[in-house]
């Protein structure tokens, strides 16, 4: 009987393709589907709503890098709360988040 090696998984996936996993998932959703229906609305003054979308959503996304370098637990946002603010926290949180991307 010949024996099988069990191929495992490699964890390959570095800095460059988290970024660019990411931004595309974030140019094809958003820029090529919804984009599209407000350049009709909003004419050539989009690309300046799109800067200022980048610039606000930077400041959250720097957040959240710095608190999963610092604390690299399971559950995201409820972990960060739960441990700042503690478990009430935590489980509002949860919550809300929870609740608004079920809308």
Do not use: D, K
């Amino acid at each position: 009987m010949q024996e099988t090696n069990n191929p495992a998984l490699r964890r390959c996936f570095g800095m460059r393709e988290a970024v660019t996993i990411t931004a595309g998932s974030v140019i094809g959703v958003g820029l090529f589907t919804v984009g599209s229906n407000i350049v009709g609305s909003m004419g050539s003054s989009v690309i300046f709503a799109t800067l200022a979308a980048l610039l606000i959503s930077i400041y959250p996304a720097l957040l959240y890098a710095e608190m999963g370098a610092a604390l690299p637990y399971a559950g995201g946002t409820y972990q960060f709360a739960s441990l700042g603010l503690g478990r009430a926290a935590g489980v509002r949180r949860a919550g809300t988040s929870s609740f608004r991307l079920w809308l």
